[in-house]
T-cell receptor, first 112, second 111 residues
Framework: EAEVAQSPRYKITEKSQAVAFWCDPI?????LYWYRQILGQGPELLVQ????????DSQLPKDRFSAERLKGVDSTLKIQPAELGDSAMYLC??????????FGPGTRLTVT | QQQVKQSPQSLIVQKGGISIINCAYE??????FPWYQQFPGKGPALLIA?????SEKKEGRFTISFNKSAKQFSLHIMDSQPGDSATYFC??????????FGKGTRLSVIA
C-alpha cells in the first residue's frame, strides 16, 4: 500500500538553529500539504502545493518558515531560526483528487 | 479559519458499546466531511468520509450521520473495541481547499 514518507521522524534542536523536514508524497499525487499539529489539537495547514506551485501559504510564518516543491514531487519545509513555540508535530499529506488526503507519520520537533 | 466544533473532548466507552462523537460547522459552503483516526505518535488516518448529498454512510462498524439543516455530523462506532482507543478528528473541506479540523476527541474503550 502506497504511503506518504517523512523524515526525520524525530528532531531535537536548540532555539535559533535551522531545521528541515522532508516529505515524499504518494506517487501521482499532485497536491501536497504541510500541517502543524500542537499536542492535543487538530492539524492546521501551513502550506499547500499543487504540483510545484504554492496554492495557499496564508498561515505560513514567512519570516522564519519556507517550503519548496521544486520538481512537483517531494517537498522540504524549513524553519530558520527555530523558536520554542515551534515544538509540534509536522505532518505532510498528499491528495490525488483534492478530497481524500493521506497523511505521513509526521516529524516530532522539539526545540530546546 | 472557520472552525469545526467537536464534542466531547474525551469519551470513555465500555467494550461492545456505542461511541458517538459530534461535530458542528458554521458555513454551508463545504462539500466533504471526513473523519480521521490518530494513534499516539502516528499521523492521522482517513477513516470514513461523507458528502452532504447523503444523510448517512456506513463502513463496517463506523457510521457517519449528516444533518445538513442543523449543520451537524456525527461518527458512531458500533461494538467499540479496545483497539478503537485513539483520538478522532472530524474535518471539513470544499473542493481542493485544505482540511479544517476539529480539536479532536480522545476515545478510551475499556474492557
Amino acid at each position: 500500500e502506497a504511503e506518504v514518507a517523512q523524515s526525520p521522524r524525530y528532531k531535537i534542536t536548540e532555539k535559533s538553529q535551522a531545521v528541515a523536514f522532508w516529505c515524499d508524497p504518494i506517487s501521482g499525487h499532485a497536491t501536497l500539504y504541510w500541517y502543524r499539529q500542537i499536542l492535543g489539537q487538530g492539524p492546521e495547514l501551513l502550506v499547500q502545493f499543487q504540483d510545484e506551485s504554492v496554492v495557499d501559504d496564508s498561515q505560513l510564518p514567512k519570516d522564519r518558515f519556507s517550503a519548496e516543491r521544486l520538481k512537483g514531487v517531494d517537498s522540504t519545509l524549513k524553519i530558520q531560526p527555530a523558536e520554542l513555540g515551534d515544538s509540534a508535530m509536522y505532518l505532510c499529506a498528499s491528495s490525488l483528487n483534492n478530497y481524500e488526503q493521506y497523511f505521513g507519520p509526521g516529524t516530532r520537533l522539539t526545540v530546546t | 479559519q472557520q472552525q469545526v466544533k467537536q464534542s466531547p473532548q474525551s469519551l470513555i466507552v465500555q467494550k461492545g458499546g456505542i461511541s458517538i462523537i459530534n461535530c458542528a460547522y458554521e458555513n454551508t459552503a463545504f462539500d466533504y466531511f471526513p473523519w480521521y483516526q490518530q494513534f499516539p505518535g502516528k499521523g492521522p488516518a482517513l477513516l470514513i468520509a461523507i458528502r452532504p448529498d447523503v444523510s448517512e454512510k456506513k463502513e463496517g462498524r463506523f457510521t457517519i450521520s449528516f444533518n445538513k439543516s442543523a449543520k451537524q455530523f456525527s461518527l458512531h462506532i458500533m461494538d467499540s473495541q479496545p483497539g478503537d482507543s485513539a483520538t478522532y478528528f472530524c474535518a471539513k473541506a470544499f473542493g481542493n481547499t485544505p482540511l479544517v479540523f476539529g480539536k479532536g476527541t480522545r476515545l478510551s474503550v475499556i474492557a
